[in-house]
């Protein structure tokens, strides 16, 4: 395995976020001692990082090699793809690259974390734009997404051609923007491609994605057939293109338009600066549509994936201003993101139980994804001709499948890789030559911290196990508390036994071990675990605090 690892006369690819999960996409390139980085996302938490929202890709391998990272790279506005900008691009210290959509949003969080004059932000207006860095020409391909302006990356290097998808999926009628057509995608494939680095989320999908046209069509029919109800859609916020159709459908079935949530005025404004939304309705305000006979409004939402503190969650609580009562109808025009079942799961059963009617895209073909199913990723091997494919944007599974189907469609050379694997993709035989620290970062409070690291580590630990705290000093025991164990009729009792028992095991200490305080606070940490774990079947973190060693 190789230990050095700067890139010269070779061209070499590696994953740091995004590959081996969906989400917190951080992409490099190194060729010729230079690197670029493309995308720079996070991830949001899940239960086994109790009290965190945010987890970023741990960016050490390119910190420590800063000075040589040329720019940040942006491919759409995603924010597995942008989140973690606002805390990381300061301190990397290069110039940001994005289309004025994902540009206008950056730039926005940039301000709110008081960055805005700190980081060069670089606009490429035109489509198909085009700027070097280094030895890397770099060109924006657009490409259909569900949101606007999403693109590939054309990188063109000393050692041939990466067409890098960023999230994408083949769609005729996209409602917003003009993606490359395929007649474009295979004068590109003509001219040649070394290597594919390509997203995984849908491969085990055996139909195409589907078209924003479609979902036009069965959201305007879906509408259309509660005449009398309310009616609430909730959907991904940065969805530009559900945007407009909503605001079309609102228009055509005569129902005024709703707005609820920070997030959706949030993207409405970007997406009105930007020249999208033009022809958008006017919006009411809540007391105004509380107002309104119920088949004459609409309320678009956020809370599709169960957000607590969203206004979909709000409203199925009756904590917010709108209201929803037995017969309104709520449309899910969105995907469940995997993790988040049960967080819908309880948003919906609390609308269930008050009688209101719910449609998701099972029922009705009210979304379709913004990513290729299998089909689509074989059009574009066909077009593009790649020597090599390399999957990303995917779990282990995912990545792992797309490698076979890339083998099936005839496509010379498949690199499976993860996070961490550096990939040399020329010159020679294509593959993994080493790996490097690929870890997670999480958001603790307002400090960045090692998703692994002990704070992180003992707080999971007491959210499964619980926590006891045993006082002691130089006589014997003074206190214990018990916190997070099934013994609320039994506390009494276990405080005696747990006395007892750090009791005997401090009198079994002998010699030198008798007066040791560290040795003291051992046996009692030991001690009352073992009493906490026969009482309750847990094994709790344990802390002795000893007042003789404080004096």
Known sequence: MRKDFTP??????????????????VNLYGSDGKWIMVDLGMTFSGEQYPGIDLVFA????????????????????????????????????????????????????????????????????????????????????PLAHSIAEGNALLIDTPYGRVFHTGDWKLD???????????????????????ALVCDSTNVFNPQPSGSEGGVHQALMKEVAKHTGRRVLVTTFASNVARLQTLGEVARETGRQLCVAGRSLD???????????????????????????????????????????????????EQNHPLELVRGDVVLFSSRQIPGNELAIGRVMNQL?????????????????????????????????????LVPVHGEIRHMAEQTRLGRLCGIPHQVFQKNGDVVRLAPGEPGKITEVRAGRLVLDGDIITPADGEGVTMRRRMAY?????????????????AVGLPLDEDLDSFYEEAVSDILQALQ????????????????????????????????????????????
Request: charged share 25%.
């Open 58 to 141: 741990d960016l050490e391998f390119i910190e420590d090699r800063a000075k040589d990272l040329l720019g940040i790279v942006l491919t759409h506005a995603h924010e597995d793809h942008i989140g973690a900008v606002p805390y990381f691009a300061e301190e990397l210290g290069v110039p940001l690259y994005a289309t004025p959509f994902t540009a206008d949003l950056v730039g926005r969080k940039l301000e709110e974390a008081g960055l805005l004059d700190m980081i060069e932000v670089h606009v490429i207006e035109e489509d198909h734009g085009s700027f070097d860095l280094g030895p890397f020409n770099i060109t924006y391909i």
């Open 8 to 25: 010269e006369q070779e061209l070499l690819f590696l994953a740091l976020g995004g590959s081996g999960e969906i989400g917190m996409n």
């Open 266 to 316: 949030r993207i409405i404004e970007v997406a009105q600066s930007n020249g999208y939304l033009q022809d958008f309705p006017n919006t009411i305000d809540f007391d105004t549509a509380m107002g309104l006979p119920r088949g004459e409004v609409m309320i678009l939402a956020t809370g599709g994936q169960g957000e607590p503190r969203a206004a979909l969650a709000r409203i199925a």
């Open 172 to 194: 005729e009628d996209p409602i917003i923007g003009e993606p490359t057509t395929e007649e474009e995608l295979r004068a590109i494939g003509d001219e040649g491609v070394l």
């Open 508 to 551: 079994k200490l002998r010699g030198a071990s008798a007066k040791d305080q560290a040795e003291r606070s051992e046996a009692a940490r030991i001690a009352t675990r073992r009493a906490a774990q026969r009482w309750s079947g847990k094994r709790p973190q344990v802390r002795v605090i000893n007042l003789a060693d404080m004096n």
């Open 465 to 481: 196990e619980g926590f006891v705290v045993t006082i002691i000093d130089g006589r014997g025991v003074q206190a214990i508390e």
């Open 352 to 388: 269930a139980d008050r009688g209101i009617v719910m449609v998701t895209d099972r029922q009705s073909d009210i979304h379709v994804s913004g990513h290729p199913g299998r089909p689509e990723l074989e059009a574009l091997y066909e077009w593009l001709k790649p020597e090599i």
